[in-house]
């Protein structure tokens, strides 16, 4: 029996393959979970969130007074699919990519606004993106990278600093109108920081790809590929914003 399965993205949680790990051997190749298939949905769904940024990349220059009841009320609408395609795991063939277009519509006019503020900044993030992702999922498959126990304990516990430091800070904003200093501001700590949250987001990654080959080793349902591919887009959304403040904070200081 394998280790218990740990990963920093609440997606992808510890329990979530539990209950097909005995069940490998009895059920039809076509009715379980593949990596082919995984990586299939996640191509789709990475799709649906450019198509839907590209959608709205005008909006916020066009008719800057339509950017933020946009921005807020996907980011609310996506979080609200988010939870639901956590707890009904099986509608993720839907949930998924709604979430993926609500999350796109909202990337689509921040994109927007911070390629409007550092020209060229968006091709960036997405291409450094793209490349961690790509290069860690090689290191991953070459066993350069190995998700030990103790590797996996340090990003969970790691993650979740960052988690409670963001939530603080949109408590401080929300009550006294004041927020952190280091994680907005562009000098030494704040760029120190961003680069720490960026290096956490992309070692989550290679935490996802453990799990879901430990999820296609216990033979978990056909639907878990949407789920699992779901699970990447949360990780891959978050670093991308990641790389684009951290980016701005850089361009800022030019």
């Known amino acids: 029996m394998p280790m218990a399965l740990r990963t920093g993205n609440p997606t992808l949680k510890e329990s979530t393959f539990a209950s097909y790990r005995t069940s490998v051997s009895s059920q039809p190749a076509a009715n379980t979970m593949s990596l082919d298939g995984t990586v299939h949905r ?106 030990t126990e103790n590797f996996k304990l340090g990003v969970v516990a790691a993650t979740g600093g960052i988690a409670l430091l963001y939530l603080g800070n949109f408590f401080m904003r929300l009550v006294f109108h ?41 033979g978990a349902p056909k639907y878990m590929e949407w789920y699992a591919a779901f699970g990447l887009m949360v990780t891959l959304i978050w670093l991308y914003l990641e790389i684009l403040r951290l980016l701005a904070k850089l361009r800022s200081n030019d």
Do not use: M
């Open 42 to 147: 996640t191509f789709f769904l990475l799709c649906l969130v450019v198509g839907s940024a590209s959608l709205v990349w005008t909006l916020a220059q066009t008719n800057p007074e339509l950017a933020y009841p946009v921005v807020l009320g996907s980011s609310i609408a996506s979080f609200i699919t988010a939870i639901i395609t956590v707890f009904k795991k099986e509608w993720s063939p839907i949930t998924a990519p709604v979430y993926s277009v609500l999350e796109g519509l909202a990337l689509g006019v921040l994109s927007s606004i911070f390629e409007a503020i550092y020209p060229g900044i968006v091709i960036q993030a997405f291409g450094l993106t793209f490349g961690i992702l790509f290069c860690l999922l090689a290191a991953y498959r070459s066993g350069l990278i190995k998700p």
């Open 178 to 218: 004041s927020s952190i200093p280091f994680i907005h501001e562009s000098g030494p700590y704040g760029i120190i920081f961003s680069l720490i949250v960026v290096v956490i987001a992309a070692l989550n990654l290679v935490l996802d790809f453990d799990f879901i080959e430990q999820g296609v080793e216990y």
